[in-house]
């Protein structure tokens, strides 16, 4: 009997044969991690998601509070050189050269998609007007839809509008991936967002879609050409952002009241800053004081507002129209200029920055905020964090770890007497996930106003027990999927409401059949 012939070996393979014995996860981990800066990061990232999509999935959702922040602020640098880093096609430009084809050009993506961001890359995260290089804005934000309320990546469409740019620099680049014209202007630019808008809900009839970081006056023009007749939103400028604000101070009122007896109807907001955010946050927090039965007027009375010239009174000359919603009748004295001796005259329980003016709230006043409460809020909510009024590190000191606190940045915990303070932080991604799922899931016509505030209330009760034992005023964000479900849920509940639904299979469960739902869909 002749002896068994081994198997031929192979000596050339393209994958190292003990591959499968190593961490492949980790390998990337430390590959990513070797990379000391964002824009490097994002390029490592990108290409691991050009190259394995369902590895890049696996790392975002394995490590969520790492990778989140690189998709959401070097983004920004990406964008700034995107035409110049671009190595392979992503996402979908329609152009304004494809005006009366706009159709034909969507129909040609593949079926399926739920949501879609949409930029024209006019309004970049503070960086200005940078075109058609906007593209890895709407790729970023569907990718903290996918991580955060589990939207499958087949559903996202990330769309950039190529109409042009004022910035003389990208239309000389000889790089440039844009168009290069400056941007129409009035009829042109209005019958443009008129077709696409229409050839998106013809050709993806059920896709949600969410503008980005247009330029403010066209932001608020689109959304309100269309939010009645599509579903659309923008986080930007709609009532989301007070919404995520509204929900913490919910949360920072209550730890507040406990402390100090106060009532809740009784607390004195103080801001400062009063451009169009800074009255369209205090605008959404009447409703924190209509909730508790007060009427609008009365509601108005525990809010005071704060300008460059000082507090807003009724009778100063030349106000601006958005400014008198809040102006005071009830001062006579000389004009009050300094936020020290505002903040001894008002006494708030709560101080809320939106000026953009870095360390804005100094020592004496954060001093004499916490000599008149014994939990003062404050809640610095100016973007990034060198236009922050207060970082978290003074903020804990000059109160004695007192402070409520929130802002608009993120901020390391601090340690002060042996005790870890947890800052919060009024980020969009508390709520922007789970409203597009909401909406997806109940089918819902359009988005309202009602179904943000009701989101933003779910957002202020999914706390958990541990953290409402910290006396966090936000949820930690890595429990985001379960805080998208809960808000996922407020939204489809209010559809239900008014009437705007079309899911009647959850219409038809109870609370906790619908949370199993819509955990269910996620991918």
């Known amino acids: 009997m002749s002896p068994a012939v081994p198997a031929p070996i192979s000596f050339y393979t393209s994958i190292p044969p003990h591959i499968t014995e190593t961490d492949h996860v980790q390998r990337s981990l430390v590959q990513l991690r070797s990379k000391s800066k964002g824009l490097e990061q994002y390029i490592f990232l990108n290409g691991l998601k050009e190259r394995d999509p369902s590895l890049f999935y696996q790392i975002l959702l394995s490590n969520m509070m790492e990778i989140i922040p690189i998709l959401y602020t070097p983004t920004a640098n990406a964008c700034s050189f995107y035409s110049h880093i671009w190595r392979h096609p992503e996402g979908l430009y329609i152009s304004i050269k494809h005006k009366g084809h706009i159709r034909q050009i969507l129909r040609a993506y593949p079926a399926g998609a ?33 991580a955060g309320a589990g939207i499958r990546p087949s559903s996202t469409l990330p769309i950039c509008l190529d109409v042009g740019t004022n910035t003389k620099k990208f239309i000389e680049d000889p790089l440039y991936i844009g168009v290069r014209q400056t941007r129409p202007v009035g009829s042109e630019m209005d019958e443009f967002m008129e077709e696409f808008m229409s050839a998106m809900s ?40 007070s919404a995520v604000v509204l929900s913490g101070f919910l949360n920072a009122a209550r730890i507040s009241s406990a402390a100090s007896g106060l009532p809740l109807s009784e607390h004195r907001i103080l801001f400062f800053g009063a451009g169009s955010s800074g009255i369209g946050v205090a605008k959404q927090l009447v409703s924190f004081f209509t909730e508790l039965g007060l009427s609008v007027d009365e509601a108005k009375k525990q809010i005071y507002t704060v300008d460059s010239k000082g507090l807003i009174t009724a009778d100063r000359e030349g106000l601006q129209e958005h ?12 004009a009050l200029n300094s936020l020290v001796d505002i903040v001894n005259y008002v006494k708030p329980t709560a101080l809320l920055g939106l000026s953009t003016i870095g360390g804005a709230f100094t020592e004496e006043v954060v001093k004499v905020m916490a000599a008149t409460n014994h939990r003062p809020i404050i809640f610095p909510l100016s973007n990034p964090v060198s236009k922050c009024e207060l970082g978290f590190q003074d903020a804990i000191n000059w109160t004695h770890g007192r402070v409520v606190f929130a802002s608009g940045s993120p901020y390391n915990p601090v340690i002060y007497e042996g005790t870890t303070y947890e800052a919060g932080q009024g980020n969009n991604m508390y709520m922007f996930p789970g409203i597009g799922l909401g909406v997806i899931l109940s089918k819902a016509k359009h988005i309202t106003d009602a179904m943000v505030e009701k989101a933003a209330i779910a957002l202020s009760s999914s706390l958990n027990e541990e953290e409402n034992s910290r006396e966090l005023v936000y949820p930690r964000l890595d429990r985001i999927r379960d805080i998208s479900t809960q808000v996922a849920l407020a939204v489809a509940r209010e559809a239900q409401k008014e009437g705007i639904d079309n899911n009647i299979v959850l219409r038809s469960l109870n609370d906790n059949e619908a949370l199993k739902h819509i955990k269910g869909k996620m991918w």
């Open 114 to 146: 739920k949501i879609s961001v949409v930029t024209d890359g006019s309004r970049i995260l503070g960086l200005g007007d940078l075109g058609a290089n906007g593209l890895p804005i709407s790729i970023g934000k569907l990718d903290l839809y996918v």
């Open 323 to 334: 400014k008198k919603f809040f102006a005071r009748t009830d001062y006579q004295g000389p």
């Open 202 to 241: 013809e050709v993806f009839p059920e896709l949600v879609v969410q503008f980005e970081d247009f330029s403010t006056e066209n932001a608020f023009k689109y959304l309100d050409l269309f939010r009645s007749r599509y579903k659309v939103f923008n986080d930007d400028v709609s009532l989301l952002p």
